[in-house]
């Protein structure tokens, strides 16, 4: 049974501070993706990572970055928070090979004031 | 510009009766489509499936149908129960996104006892 594993399932931050959310997948899946959901919008793509040390823009990187050092582990930065970053985030994982299903973890609900 | 669309925002069934959720997409490339079910506060989690070579696809309550002429496809639950309740998030890729999915905006489904 896959598990996806985020670091916080809830998490309030000031304006300007650095944040940090992680994932961590017990798969051993190359691809992890970070989303965020927003109502009336879907789940919106951040970036994702098909491998350790490599990284892609989703569809909506700006002000945010990752970090994948390790395999299981996919790390996304809010390099200084702002409110409009106030979201549901999603960390997701899948087995390369084609077209996989993604699995999510429980989400990281940030509110940034 | 959506690549993948659920026009409905929302949906209120009678328990026992059927659902029908509808998702439409644009992009002819797509040739894998999931059906994700979310409740409040969790992650996502995969519902179903179908291959574009297929066009029914069935799980216990649940059935998919993909009618590619139309690029239309629909989940059907029935009977449906309140436990059904949820948000569910319809998603497309194809071969060449190397796993990366598009999502629609989701539909919230409401069964009513």
């Known amino acids: 049974d896959v598990k996806v594993t985020q670091s916080s399932r809830y998490l309030v931050k000031r304006t300007g501070e650095k944040v940090f959310l992680e994932c961590v997948q017990d798969?051993?899946?190359?691809?992890m993706f970070w989303y965020r959901q927003d109502p009336g919008l879907g789940l919106r793509l951040i970036y994702f990572?098909?491998?350790?040390?490599?990284?892609e823009k989703g569809d909506i990187p700006e002000g945010y970055s990752v970090s994948r050092e390790k395999k299981e582990r996919f790390s996304l930065i809010l390099e200084s928070a702002s409110t409009n970053q106030t979201s549901m985030y999603l960390c997701?994982?899948?087995?390369?090979?084609?077209?996989?299903?993604?699995?999510f973890g429980p989400g990281t609900r940030l509110l940034v004031l | 510009d959506q690549q993948v669309k659920q026009n409905s925002p929302s949906l209120s069934v009678q328990e026992g009766r059927i659902s029908i959720l509808n998702c439409d997409y644009t992009n002819s490339m797509f040739d894998y489509f999931l059906w994700y079910k979310k409740y409040p506060a969790e992650g996502p989690t995969f519902l179903i499936s179908?291959?574009?070579?297929?066009d029914k696809n069935e799980d216990g309550r649940f059935t998919v149908f993909l009618n590619k002429s139309a690029k239309h496809l629909s989940l059907h639950i029935v009977p449906s129960q309140p436990g059904d309740s949820a948000v569910y998030f319809c998603a497309a890729s194809d071969e060449g996104s190397q796993g990366n999915l598009i999502f629609g905006k989701g539909t919230k489904l409401s069964v009513k006892p």
């Open positions: 179908i291959s574009s070579i297929k």
């Open positions: 990572s098909y491998d350790v040390k490599m990284k």
């Open positions: 997701a994982s899948s087995s390369p090979g084609g077209v996989e299903t993604q699995y």
């Open positions: 798969m051993d899946h190359e691809n």
